[in-house]
């Protein structure tokens, strides 16, 4: 079984910065990462995508946060990131990540636990 975990979430200002980090481990099986992303989901909103980055490092973003966040990942640590400037009230809300994970030529997603992000002044 795989676990994500997740960390960097914080009460911040608007215009401040944040890094979250998004960590997996945990099979005893060998196990290769194809897909990443973050995804927040706001008080009284469904879930939304906020960034995905294929294994080959291509980026997409949805569009409230293109020129503000960046997503990126270390394969050799099995890790993603998403660094977020010019941070607004709106982005208030809980991130989580999500990874689509090959075990034993199966294709499973799996998704962190969740790190609060509030921006507020």
């Known amino acids: 079984q795989v676990q994500l975990v997740e960390s960097g979430g914080a009460l911040v200002q608007p215009g401040g910065s944040l890094t979250l980090s998004c960590a997996a481990s945990?099979?005893?099986?060998?196990?290769?990462?194809?897909?990443m992303g973050w995804y927040r989901q706001a008080p009284g909103k469904e879930r939304e995508l906020v960034a995905d980055i294929t294994r080959g490092g291509i980026t997409h973003y949805a569009d409230s946060v293109k020129g503000r966040f960046a997503i990126s990942r270390d394969n050799a640590k099995n890790t993603e990131y998403l660094q977020m400037n010019s941070l607004k009230l709106e982005d208030t809300a809980v991130y989580y990540c999500?990874?689509?994970?090959?075990?034993?030529?199966?294709?499973?997603?799996?998704w962190g636990q969740g790190t609060q992000v509030t921006v507020s002044s």
């Open positions: 999500k990874m689509q994970i090959r075990i034993l030529s199966r294709d499973y997603d799996y």
């Open positions: 945990g099979s005893r099986f060998r196990f290769r990462i194809n897909g």
